[in-house]
């Protein structure tokens, strides 16, 4: 059974950084989709950061040169380091899984998803 576990969300002020991470159990996380996900209430579910199984990255604009994907294979894990944070990062963070390597621009190709962590950040 696959599960991801997110944690180190947080509270912090503008300005200041965090880095969440996902733990992968039951599913390797190389060479697969993986993405990190923003919700705010009354919201729909957006992509933030997306690395596909080659490794190409992609960004939101809105967070493109302040927050980085990575993935550590010995560790199974996904990571998102954001900096500079703003007011409008703040939300519930999902990351997503999927079993493919491609397509990942797609939000159909990710199969599983994590039950999220929360980000504040005060100005």
């Known amino acids: 059974q696959v599960q991801l576990v997110e944690s180190g969300g947080g509270s912090v002020q503008a300005g200041g950084s965090l880095r969440v991470s996902c733990a992968a159990v039951?599913?390797?996380?190389?060479?697969?989709?993986m993405a990190w996900f923003r919700q705010i209430p009354g919201k729909e579910r957006e992509a933030v950061a997306v690395?596909?199984?080659?490794?190409?990255?992609i960004y939101a604009a809105s967070v493109k040169g302040r927050f980085t994907i990575s993935r550590d294979s010995r560790k199974n894990a996904l990571y998102l380091q954001m900096n500079s944070l703003k007011p409008e990062d703040g939300g519930m963070y999902y990351c997503?899984?999927?079993?493919?390597?491609?397509?990942?621009?797609?939000?159909?190709?990710?199969?599983?998803w994590g039950r999220g962590t929360q980000v504040t950040v005060s100005s």
């Open positions: 997503a899984a999927g079993l493919s390597g491609s397509l990942c621009h797609l939000r159909s190709v990710f199969n599983y």
């Open positions: 039951g599913y390797a996380v190389s060479s697969k989709c």
């Open positions: 690395q596909a199984g080659a490794g190409s990255l």
